[in-house]
């Protein structure tokens, strides 16, 4: 029975942990990866380095050519609700495109010679036509002046290819109509230099995303903890304590994991950004009977925690304020228990999930071997 009491401790603190967890990670997919499109910045970034190292002399226009390339219809679609809420058409245009967090090799080559074949457009900015002007210079000293000539041989090839080997996938025929374009003509220093460095500022690129996505996660995993006042160790003390609630607490997780209801995105996937969004904007971000943090809790996916009173949201900064401890050793303690919950929020919502799942196995494993032992003490007693 302790064994059991001290497992349901676990469980509930784990079920906690998943689901605040898990409204850490929306509210990143929502705001610094949707909003401020992370993916798309880094990738900028990152090709812009590329362009410079490839051609010296372009830093003053490798970010237009670069921003210009990954906004490209082919790469990237137009913003759609709920972003276009928040950032707004000018001038009666659509919603502008975001930067395309992805792009291949053999596209960006293809679209970078695109970009240098288009004659200069009137509504076109100042600053794009004369990135054209600059990188056209630059190649044609490198004897590569006819960029929509070769645009159009290596279009050609990759049809012809497409015939000779239906099996290759479209990258592949890409890649070598590319490579032939190149080493067989002119531009060969400027191919050789872009295919030995791409790949590996790639690897930079998605380095360098994945840093920043985990800054932003323990800004919100310190957010939350902050205004939840969410303390590991009085939780671990009120789950302990608190029968009942332990109790309640177990029954929820264990209903919720067979229902499916927290499992987390699989491998590639991710937060549902739009739920999140529209979360914000009706319960944050807007006036009326809907607004307010229990309803935008419930929205989330907080209300398990909040229902089960788990964790609470202040109604107001008195509230929020008469949480804290007054100054002494339990308020040390109490700052530290928030510190461990940061920290532990910061793990991701998958690792809860595993450990709540694993959890439970062992729990109902553990009931049934008590279950036995109690049944067989009974059996004893009677004979």
Known sequence: MIVLHYLDVMIGFAFTMLVISLAVTAMVQAVPIYLRNLKGEALERGLTDLMVRVLPGLESHAKVIVDHILRDPLLSPPRSPPYTWFVKPQDGKEAPRARSGVVQREEFV???????????????????????AEIKAMLARLDLTDPKALLLQIRTRIAELELQ????????????????????????????K?????????????????????????????????????????????????????????????????????????????????????CARTHLASSGAARGLDAYADCMGLAEATKLELVSWPHDLDAWASRWQPFS???????????????????????????????????????????AARVERQTTQAG
């Not at 010679?113 to 100042?126: G, I, R, S, W």
């Not at 099996?167 to 080493?183: D, N, P, V």
């Not at 303690?333 to 919502?349: D, E, N, T, W």
């Open 329 to 371: 050793f339990a308020l040390l303690l109490q700052l530290l228990g928030m510190s461990l919950s940061i920290s532990l929020l910061s793990v991701v919502a998958p690792f809860w999930y595993a450990t709540l799942s694993n959890l439970i196995k062992l729990r109902s494993t553990m009931s049934q071997k008590d279950e």
């Open 110 to 132: 293809r679209l970078l010679l695109d970009f240098m074949a288009q004659d200069d457009k009137p509504d076109e900015l100042q600053t794009v036509k004369d990135a054209r």
């Open 194 to 278: 872009l295919v030995g460095w791409f790949d590996q500022t790639i690897d930079r690129v998605d380095a360098a995303y994945t840093a920043r996505v985990r800054i932003w996660t323990a800004m919100f995993s310190i957010a939350l903890v902050v205004v939840l006042h969410l303390d590991t160790f009085a939780l671990m003390a009120r789950l302990n304590a608190d029968s009942a609630l332990r109790d309640k607490v177990v029954a929820s997780a264990v209903s919720a994991m067979e229902k499916g209801q927290f499992a987390p995105p699989t491998a590639g996937g991710s937060v549902n950004e739009a739920q999140a969004l529209a």
């Open 165 to 192: 080997n239906p099996g290759w996938s479209s990258s592949q025929r890409a890649s070598k109509a590319i490579l032939e374009a190149f080493m067989a003509g002119p531009g060969k220093d400027f191919m050789a």
